[in-house]
């Protein structure tokens, strides 16, 4: 309660908002508290109802107040414990990578034409799951199959608590079902990888501009004249030193998401940073995964982690053994449930971590 009145002062302290890095911080802190301090009330008031129940049932005579008292006694006895599970989540230091907007890669793998294919309905999967949140997703670049889909999309989701919802989706995802190139009818099996990148904040990040590269060229595909007459797409090569190995690196980004120069250039600035931010935070995500006995949500982009099979309108989650039958309403972005499976048993890992 202290640290919330101090951290609450803090905010509004014009050296600290200067600070951006340490206003951030605070601001983050000051909103986990908040809802810490929202749950400790509603415990608190479950608390004081439960007594006054029992001091109803000590004194009272009359048969109405007796069972008002009652029935207010089993409500609190219930919501107790529920009030103490919140409270000691709420206690256990949250991801501070939570609350970040993502970039997300979508990558057709092994199956051809198919896989490219399997790629696209992911993304409209995403697409639709991410409209129905109210977040906004901007396609960065795009690679389109032969048959449909896509080679490779990466794409910018926007809004609230993207990144503590979205980091499940990391890993190897496995289609089942007969291709529309399929003659004889034969079920096959593709796959595709999906990785969710915290995007990283400007000053997270330390980046030399004057040591980038920068190559202009005409965007291809459909958009009229202007796609063939203006060089509005950007591509930036950078050289990076990994802080692990030692070892120089070249990052290259291309952005053609706009016909806007200087939007794209801004854009490829953003996902640079983030695959930065991605490369130097592998530790931090590798520490996490060496504790963890489930790949819940480690970031490990080679666990193969949910098959879709169409035959049997199944869904199957591999890493908490969760399985459906609706692949229809899935497939369309119906997918909060498997998530909200996927939160509970991350919390429940944390809980027997914190040993609370």
Known sequence: MARYEEVSTLITDP???????????????????????QARKRYMQCLSGLEEAKAVLAAEDDPEMREMAREEQ??????????EEEIKLLLIPADPEDDKNVVMEIRGGTGGDEAAIFAGDLFKMYTKYCESKGWSVQVSSASEGAAGGYKEIIFNVSGEGVYGILKYESGVHRVQRVPATETQGRVHTSAATVAVLPEADEFEVQINEGEI????????????QNVNKVESGVRLRYMWKNPVTGNVEEILIECTETRDQPKNRERALSRLRTTIYDREHQKYIDDIASR????????????????YN???????????????????AFMNGDIQDCIDHLIVAE??????ESEL
């Open 347 to 352: 919390n429940a890992e944390r809980l027997k």
């Open 15 to 37: 050296g600290v908002i200067a600070d951006q890095r340490r206003y951030i911080k605070l601001t983050k802190e000051y909103k986990d508290l908040g809802a810490l301090m």
């Open 292 to 307: 963890r006995k489930t790949l819940v949500s480690t970031g490990d982009r080679s666990a193969k982690i949910r098959t």
């Open 310 to 328: 169409y035959p049997q309108g199944r869904i199957t989650d591999h890493r908490i053994g969760y399985t459906i039958y609706n692949l229809d």
């Open 74 to 83: 089993a409500a609190c006895e219930a919501r107790m414990p529920q009030l």
């Open 213 to 224: 590269k920068w190559d202009t060229f005409r965007s291809g595909g459909a958009g009229g």
